[in-house]
């Protein structure tokens, strides 16, 4: 045990010795990355991939809340902060489905950005050197998962600014820190354990008088506790279990984006041993090697797997890793100038990582563009003569149009069950020629309200009656698992 916490010891003392410039810079990629990713948002409507379609059609259906949200109270700032004002700008602008999706992949890639420009705010001058754990944080976790925005991307921002609004020694920022860990904790339940880190972070804080740090931490269980009574209370029975399935290691190790990450890490290494350049030059050099993996990669793999469940776990497990250099060597001028492990090493293994986001995230783009065009050219071909849309049942699609069927399972991965929600997402109208539904899925959707014509709907009421009635055919028994149920499959 000793020997891994030495070796802890070096490697956190050999991050937290990096250049101050060094982490400025990579810092700003790092926003300038995430403004990236909120502008190809904005452009290639990737709001739309899996369970994001169904969150964009409630909003176009005009009832976010009643139809979704209201199993969700645990993920209140999700919606406050996302939802809540994509509505209001789709009423007051009167927007089309795909504008719709395009503005809310927007919004949420803005507001994550938004959280890191705080974060330099509050780190820039006197907390430098840890500015570089919320850049790997990103880079190993949210940086990988472009496509599919995730209330834990938000969560995890509210995570380092409540971490860093407690580093900055001053009485009232202290005192935001706990506004900011409500908001970690009410976007994802994994936000739980975030917030057992900031706990334990503020019992290390050596300038916190024992009376304010004893209030802060009454709030932190406050906090908790208001989040356990809800959940067991009934009042947000949605994602019960949540937090167990992220965590399941199994999800991780199949997101092709790890792999290139990993690849290019070792790549990136291995120049930086035997490269006789200049610092800055392998710094360009591990950043290229970081792109180009993915690229290569990307005729072989499925990069959008890493946009769903993967990545989610990927930042459960970040936010758990990062703050452990935070634990052993508070207070910050604690921090040894050590050369136990090689700055430079380090510096060139987080390019190599940058590059590799953004090169995962060039992957997935392409991928997500090539497929949703398949899928939204497929939807909107022909016409019915009752001008209701034709329902394909996907064992037909399958030996009719492959190329759409391998479309579709790509943009939604296991959750075929949205495929007639993108279909109304992808088009100016809410009126696709064609709908493609699972016929192995079974009826779990039939009760849905989302089904029903919602006043003031753009939505058709014939094309949600047709819809309806085609899923309530289907005689396979809906399943859902609870959370006691959930506990006992993974340990048995």
């Known amino acids: 045990m000793r020997d ?15 250049p101050d410039t ?53 993920r209140l700032t999700a919606y406050f902060m996302t939802a809540a004002p994509t509505q209001l700008v789709a009423d007051v602008f009167d927007l089309s489905g795909p504008v719709i999706s395009k503005f809310y992949g927007f919004l949420f890639y803005i507001l994550i ?6 974060i330099a705010r509050l780190g820039w001058r006197h907390n430098t050197r840890y500015l570089i754990l919320p850049v790997a944080s990103y880079l190993f976790g949210t940086g990988l998962s472009f496509g599919f925005p995730s209330e834990l991307q938000l969560g995890i921002g509210f995570f ?16 935001l820190s706990v506004p900011s860990a409500f908001l970690m904790l009410f976007s994802h339940e994994v936000g739980a354990f975030g917030l057992l880190i900031i706990a334990a972070l ?17 709030c932190h269980a406050s906090l908790l506790g208001t989040l356990v009574w809800i959940k067991f209370s009934g009042l947000s029975p949605g994602a019960n279990g949540n937090a167990i399935f992220i965590l399941d290691p199994r999800r991780i190790v199949k997101n092709p984006s790890l792999w290139a990450l990993g690849l290019a890490m070792l790549a990136a290494t291995a120049v930086f041993r035997v490269s006789p350049l200049r610092m800055s030059a392998n710094l360009l050099t591990a950043t290229f090697i970081g792109v180009l ?77 090539t497929n949703y065009s398949v899928a939204s050219a497929y939807f909107n071909s022909g ?33 075929s069950w949205t495929w007639p929600f993108l279909a109304f997402m992808s088009t100016l109208d809410y009126r696709p020629s ?51 149920e959930r506990l006992r499959r993974k340990l048995g």
């Open 4 to 18: 891994v916490t030495g070796i802890i010891h070096k490697a956190s003392a050999g991050v937290l010795s990096l």
């Open 22 to 74: 060094f982490v400025r810079a990579i810092f700003v990629i790092t926003i300038a990355h995430q403004m990236g990713l909120a502008i190809a948002a904005l452009y290639f409507g990737s709001m739309n991939f899996a369970d994001g379609a169904f969150f964009s059609f409630i909003i176009a259906a005009n009832e976010p809340w009643a139809l979704h949200w209201s199993d969700f109270v645990a």
């Open 113 to 118: 950005c938004v959280q890191h420009v705080l």
């Open 160 to 175: 380092w600014l409540a971490v860093f609004l407690l580093l900055s020694g001053r009485r009232v920022l202290i005192g």
């Open 202 to 218: 503020t019992l290390r804080l050596p300038t916190l008088p024992r009376v304010e740090r004893l209030g802060l931490l009454l």
């Open 293 to 369: 993996i993915p690229l290569l990669m990307a005729q072989n793999f499925n990069f959008l797997i890493g946009r769903y469940g993967s990545a989610r776990s990927l930042m459960a497990v970040m936010m758990l890793i990062t703050p452990l250099p935070l634990m052993f060597w508070l207070p910050p001028n604690a921090v040894p100038r050590s050369t136990a492990v090689s700055t430079s090493l380090i510096a060139t293994v987080l390019a190599a990582a940058l590059g590799a986001s953004i090169g995962s995230n060039l992957s997935q783009i392409r991928e997500w563009h």
């Open 383 to 415: 016409q019915t003569e009752d001008g209701t849309p034709e329902l394909v049942n996907l064992s037909a699609l399958e030996a009719e149009a492959p190329e759409v069927q391998r479309a579709l399972t790509r943009l939604g991965l296991g959750t």
């Open 434 to 484: 064609r709908m493609v539904v699972n016929d192995r899925l079974g009826n779990s959707m039939c009760d849905s309200s989302a089904l029903f014509p919602q006043e003031g709907s753009p939505i058709p009421k014939e094309h949600l009656e047709k819809i309806r009635a085609h899923i309530c055919a289907l005689d396979k028994p809906a399943g859902h698992i609870g959370l006691i």
